[in-house]
């Protein structure tokens, strides 16, 4: 090897020892007299130093022609240093260098590689083999590594064997869009990407395989939003012969072996929430339980008064923000012009304030004595001290509304602590979703999902009250990952695609190869998969996945370094059948 230890190796007790190591110099500083380089490579940085009257010329000579992030090979003896930093873990030695060879010259970066650096999103990404030098990028690819290394152990401990499953299979309509790729074998014919490899994973449970996971890219053509990413990785996972319990313990049992190994967290078991509760209490199917402030429903109480927007008003929903009763009319108003914006799109608030003598001060005190508010404030379980904060009109858009200011009040109240993890289930989804372009209904997990035995009589009478086998896992109000019981009969299948609006033979043009799986013998079954980018941002403590995908796109879905997607040449497209016409 070119060296005999990392940048990040050397200490005291190598004092005296001689050592050859290679790197990238990250900062020069010559002061003359004497001369100081910061080595580094992916363990650390080292310093070496030169000295006028040691040194000898020609070495000085040398070093003095170096510039940052050329690559260097550097031999020398190691040193105590006069003045130690106590910042970097080499920081009491330094190397007396008696040779340097160059490795290779380097063009000056276009931004600095530093943790605190110069280069704004777009350069970063263009150049992103030089971001990814820097020590806090490098070190959420290890996590993401070492993330990826304990899920396999503590899969295979139990038996799961990962299986790969192909990349180029078929278009199928539900779901988001497909990427396609065009077959130049079968002109007018096109392969898609998998958006998660569902169906063969239920396959590979009708072969036998019984514990089947695979840590495996994902395609999903979306319009892009923040933080989604057109490829994405999931931690895919499948089990014959299990009930949903046994489900939920083998993977909530993963994500506390991951927080056990990775971060020294041990995780209590986790709370079980119905959906239903869920957009009950919080308004949403992934509340963020780091903190209660739970929905009050006021609707019963509250209309009637000749409040006009209340009283017309399908649903009246307010949360209880401790210890706010202080906020002043101004914070009052910009809160209100926080909920109107139209991300959040409500069309006003109301506010109650709990004075200190246990009078209220309400922005409705037109309508509303001292006694009804005093109702309100019962409801709510809310004390002198606290602030209501009430939003009201159709039910799942105020639910929505609300859950959005009670996540905005509980970042302002300092109630979401990114270093304070709550992980729990919601289950029983409904099984289907109206939709109301389409006029029909959607799977809302996906067409493979079991109906509740028990609800399964509604599905011709009452599709929407129809609950399924599926679960969710949430953490940090983030969902990152769900699942559910399949369907591993014919006959259930087949209606469950009836429901969806596919005649026998659209159903069969589509999925006859499970369809047909199911005549031969397929176990009951069920799974789930887990967004690991998400994953790996959660545990890293960031909002952005990106930060944890070494070559991500951007949010147009472009690759700005390799410049992709991009135009292929009129050969390619003619040996592919495909006329493009791009007016
Ligand atoms: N394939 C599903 C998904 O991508 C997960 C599952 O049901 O196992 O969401």
Redesign the pocket.
């Known amino acids: 090897m070119l060296r005999t230890h990392t940048c990040g190796e050397l200490r005291i007790e190598h004092v005296s020892q001689e050592v050859t190591l290679c790197g990238w110099v990250a900062r020069i500083r010559d002061k003359g007299g004497m001369m100081w380089i910061d080595l580094r490579d992916r363990y650390g940085i080292t310093q070496l130093i030169l000295e006028e009257g040691i040194t000898s010329p020609e070495l000085l000579k040398k070093a003095r022609a170096l510039n940052r992030e050329c690559v260097i090979q550097a031999r020398g003896m190691v040193a105590e240093r006069l003045s130690k930093n106590d910042k970097i873990a080499t920081g009491d030695i330094e190397i007396k260098v008696n040779e340097i060879t160059l490795l290779n010259a380097a063009k000056l970066p276009p931004f600095l590689i530093e943790d605190e650096t110069d280069g704004g999103d777009d350069l970063r990404m263009k150049y992103r083999y030089l971001d990814l030098r820097r020590d806090i990028v490098r070190k959420n690819l290890e996590l993401r590594h070492q993330m990826a290394i304990e899920i396999r152990n503590y899969l295979n401990s139990l038996n799961f064997i990962e299986v790969e499953t192909p990349v180029l299979i078929k278009s199928t309509p539900e779901g988001a869009r497909d990427f396609v790729v065009p077959s130049r074998m079968n002109p007018g014919q096109f392969y898609a990407l998998p958006q998660?490899p569902?169906t063969f994973k239920q396959l590979l449970m009708v072969s036998g395989f019984d514990r089947y996971f695979q840590i495996v890219k994902c395609f999903r053509d979306e319009d892009l939003r923040a933080d989604r990413q057109p490829e994405f990785t999931?931690i895919?996972c499948e089990m014959s012969f299990v009930t949903q319990d046994d489900i939920l313990q083998t993977f909530e049992g993963l994500i506390r072996h991951l927080f056990k190994k990775i971060k020294n967290i041990e995780l209590p078991p986790f709370q079980r929430m119905t959906y239903e509760d869920a957009m009950t209490y919080y308004g949403t199917d992934k509340p963020d339980i780091r903190f209660e402030m739970k929905f009050t429903n006021l609707t019963n109480i509250a209309k009637g008064k000749g409040f006009q927007i209340f009283d017309q008003a399908e649903v009246i929903l307010g949360i209880c923000a401790k210890g706010c009763a202080n906020y002043t009319r101004k914070q009052l108003d910009e809160l209100t012009e926080w909920v109107k914006r139209p991300q959040i799109g409500a069309k006003g608030m109301v506010y109650v304030r709990c004075e200190a003598d246990g009078t209220f001060k309400s922005s409705v005190d037109k309508f509303y004595s001292q006694d009804d508010l005093k109702t309100w404030v019962e409801a709510m379980h809310a004390a002198p001290g606290d602030l209501l904060l009430i939003l009201s009109g159709k039910d799942s858009d105020t639910r929505k509304q609300l859950s959005e200011l009670r996540l905005e009040m509980g970042s302002r109240l300092g109630l979401r602590n990114k270093n304070h993890y709550s992980a729990h289930w919601v289950v029983d989804f409904p099984l289907l979703e109206w939709n109301e372009e389409e006029k029909r209904w959607f799977a809302m997990?996906?067409p493979f999902t079991s109906p509740k035995p028990e609800d399964i009589e509604l599905l011709s009478t009452a599709p929407g009250k129809v609950r399924a086998n599926a679960y969710d896992m949430v953490i940090n109000g983030v969902e990152v990952g769900?699942?559910?019981i399949r369907i591993h009969n014919k006959e259930l299948q087949a209606l469950m695609f009836k429901t969806l609006g596919f005649s026998d033979e659209e159903a069969r043009a589509q999925f006859s190869f499970i369809m047909d799986a199911f005549e031969y013998g397929a176990p009951p079954h069920g799974?789930?998969?887990f967004g690991f980018d998400r994953l790996c941002a959660l545990f890293g403590g960031s909002d952005s996945i990106r930060d944890f995908i070494a070559f991500p796109k951007n949010n147009a879905g472009r690759d700005v370094m390799i410049d992709s997607p991009s135009f292929i040449s009129e050969a390619q497209l003619k040996e592919l059948n495909i006329k493009i016409d791009l007016q």
């Open positions: 998660s569902q999931q895919d997990h996906h769900g699942g559910s799974g789930l998969a």
